[in-house]
């Protein structure tokens, strides 16, 4: 199977709460990882990607954490609004003769107002 | 609006018919992609192209047939299709260069259904 998954599949949070977002993947080799955001009837949209000689980046109200010891990746969200509402999906970059990308099974975040 | 544009938006086929996705992007990047989409599911790699050559086929049946005429267009050929493959087709570009890793832009898709 994929090794490349979610620990929830469903993730509801307060309007104005932080939301986390988190992601498990097996394969060491790994050397680039990417947070998408897909709302319904729409294309996946780059939020943000980390590679694996950083543990830590920030964009616009999200963070992305990579935890190579235990194989995690995490996406915080600050203040969540209901505009965030949508799935997200970690996805890996493998080495496979042209950068595969593998994307996890994805998390469905509700925003209540 | 997405900088990723596919067509149509929605198609409907019988199972002997021929038909063709379009994707087309603006954007100078030399890395194409195709997508299956399940309801529920993520995204699923069909093909990738690079400089306009394909480099990866993900075992794919070959009633689908890929073709990259330029760097800016992708097409996705349907042929005689299974139920099974009804789904969202989506495409996506990327920047190919030195470092591939490179975050990808997606259309919204085709949503395809056989029947």
């Known amino acids: 199977g994929e090794s490349v998954g979610l620990h929830l599949p469903t993730l509801s949070v307060q309007e104005g709460d932080n939301s986390i977002i988190n992601c498990a993947y097996s394969?060491?080799?790994?050397?680039?990882f990417i947070w998408y955001k897909q709302e319904s009837g729409k294309g996946p949209q780059f939020i943000i990607d980390i590679r694996s000689n950083m543990d830590k980046r920030q964009g616009q109200r999200v963070t992305v954490l990579l935890n190579k010891t235990v194989k995690h990746l995490s996406l915080q969200i600050a203040a969540t609004q209901p505009g965030d509402s949508a799935v997200y999906f970690c996805?890996?970059?493998?080495?496979?003769?042209?950068?595969?990308?593998?994307f996890g099974a994805g998390t469905r975040l509700f925003v209540k107002a | 609006d997405t900088e990723v544009t596919q067509t149509p938006k929605h198609l409907v086929m019988g199972m002997t018919n021929k038909k063709s996705l379009k994707c087309e992007q603006h954007m100078g990047h030399r890395a194409m992609y195709w997508y299956k989409q399940k309801a529920k599911k993520p995204p699923e790699l069909m093909f990738v192209y690079s400089y306009e050559k394909l480099s990866i086929n993900e075992s794919v049946p070959s009633r689908f047939s890929p073709e990259c005429p330029n760097s800016s267009l992708l097409n996705l050929h349907l042929h005689a299709l299974q139920p099974e493959d009804s789904a969202l087709y989506l495409c996506?570009?990327?920047?190919?260069?030195?470092?591939?890793?490179?975050?990808?832009?997606f259309g919204d898709g085709t949503r395809l259904s056989i029947l």
């Open positions: 996506a570009s990327s920047q190919e260069g030195r470092d591939s890793n490179q975050p990808q832009h």
């Open positions: 394969n060491s080799a790994s050397d680039y």
């Open positions: 996805a890996e970059n493998r080495k496979n003769g042209g950068f595969k990308t593998i």
